[in-house]
């Protein structure tokens, strides 16, 4: 079975850092890849997604992620976090059906 | 408004009680999903729908079960809850795979407290 692993549980930044979540899956195959963000109190919302194509994805919010097939890693960037982002973000992989989902990373922003 | 609800948004039920949380959405996706969210698992797939009629289990589907009679909605039960199932409950929704943007799209959630 695929799985997904986020080694980084809780990250804590000042604001204009740098910021790097790594998210690293299982399957060899052909998949989907997306990462997700949820605000204190709020639904998931997409961030970005890999199809295909440009390995280097932007999404929003000033958000990007590379794709490395020879890693199976998926890592989300931003390189300067805003207070704003404080969050949990959450890295998915999509083989066929439903999502894989990590069990998630706690970005705390001190202002 | 489109888009994707629940309900309810919160609940507390006893252990042993029988409740549904209901999903409901108006894009006519094919797919729907119910998740749960617990801390350090992020979140679980419990059950999952292609489409009317169509279920299948997902991770975690013990003490569950869903039902799918129209496109749009997709409930929930737990026939006899118990404290285990104490979660926050995702309901989802998306095309299938292939489908330009065939992203899924989360509704508010469902937190349940079972005591």
């Known amino acids: 079975a695929q799985s997904v692993s986020q080694h980084n549980h809780h990250v804590i930044l000042s604001e204009a850092a740098s910021l790097e979540l790594g998210c690293n899956y299982s399957?060899?195959?052909?998949?989907?890849l997306f990462w997700y963000v949820q605000y204190p109190g709020q639904h998931l919302q997409l961030l970005l997604k890999y199809f295909s194509g440009d390995p280097l994805v932007k999404g929003i919010k000033g958000f990007e992620a590379e794709f490395i097939k020879s890693k199976f890693s998926f890592n989300l960037r931003k390189p300067s976090v805003q207070w704003s982002d404080t969050a949990e973000y959450f890295c998915?992989?999509?083989?066929?059906?439903?999502?894989?989902f990590g069990s998630g990373t706690r970005l705390q922003v001190q202002p | 408004d489109a888009g994707i609800t629940q309900s309810p948004r919160y609940k507390i039920t006893e252990t042993g009680r029988q409740v549904t949380l209901m999903c409901h959405q108006t894009w006519s996706h094919s797919y729907m999903f119910w998740y749960r969210q617990d801390l350090g698992h992020g979140l679980r797939l419990i059950y999952y729908?292609?489409?009317?009629?169509?279920?299948d289990k997902g991770e975690v589907p013990d003490g569950y079960v869903v039902s799918r009679s129209k496109t749009e909605n997709f409930p929930l039960t737990l026939e006899s809850a118990t404290r285990s199932q104490t979660s926050v409950y995702f309901c989802?929704?998306?095309?299938?795979?292939?489908?330009?943007?065939?992203?899924?799209?989360f509704g508010p959630g469902t937190r349940l407290t079972v005591t």
């Open positions: 729908s292609a489409a009317a009629d169509i279920t």
């Open positions: 998915a992989v999509r083989l066929r059906r439903a999502l894989t």
């Open positions: 399957y060899g195959g052909t998949v989907n």
């Open positions: 989802a929704s998306s095309e299938p795979q292939g489908i330009p943007h065939g992203e899924q799209y």
